[in-house]
């Protein structure tokens, strides 16, 4: 078996590893809101349950040359934002979200994505997407160098869940019905593939 110490890899080096070691990666699809009310989404892999309770995620959100992102800015501004799960029907329009545009340009409006009003956040979720949660900001953590940190880990506690019905079955998430993809490496995503069961032992 081969080994690494990554150490001596550079951090694109690192990167395609990672990437390509943890598969597949759920997207959580974030719309922000900036001091002039200009509404921001991008997509992150790097997402993922945190809690169940109190209902906790989390979004990594990497720095460019040092400097948030619009994302990580606007939550740590406004406290406040919306995830969406990525399916078949959004991810073309989703991917066309990760484009770098300038702060005060809306990256909905790029994709040609439908704003929809939030029940408890300012901020407003997409309509084309069956699961949204509002979110509030409960931590930010600074990762990397102290002098330079690489990422701003933001976790987030869910104040209201949106569910398209089709996906909602007494309690439960007909993943069969929301198609949700995954990230994989470089271009590549997945869709739900062959399921298997095992039981749990007791």
Do not use: W
Request: overall charge negative; glycine content about 4%.
């Amino acid at each position: 078996m081969l080994s690494i110490d990554p150490a001596s890899n550079s951090v694109k080096e690192n990167y395609k590893l990672l990437i390509g070691s943890i598969i597949p990666r759920p997207i959580a699809f974030v719309t922000s809101a900036s001091s002039d009310g200009v509404v921001n989404a991008a997509p992150f892999s790097y997402f993922n349950v945190v809690s169940a309770e109190p209902p906790l995620v989390s979004i990594s959100v990497g720095r460019v040359r040092g400097e948030r992102k619009d994302t990580s800015r606007n939550i740590l501004e406004n406290k406040e934002f919306v995830i969406h799960i990525v399916d078949e029907e959004n991810v073309v329009k989703v991917n066309q979200t990760s484009a770098s545009l300038p702060p005060d340009e809306s990256e909905v409006d790029l994709a040609r994505l439908t704003k929809v009003e939030s029940s408890v956040v300012s901020v407003p979720g997409v309509k084309e997407s069956k699961i949204r949660m509002e979110c509030v900001l409960e931590h930010c953590l600074e990762l990397g160098e102290k002098e330079a940190p690489s990422c701003d880990l933001i976790i987030g506690r869910i104040v209201r869940f949106h569910f398209a019905e089709e996906v909602y079955e007494a309690g439960k998430i007909n993943y069969d019905k929301l198609k949700a993809v995954s990230r994989l490496a470089g271009n590549d995503y997945a869709k739900i593939g062959d399921i298997f069961s095992i039981e749990r032992p007791k």
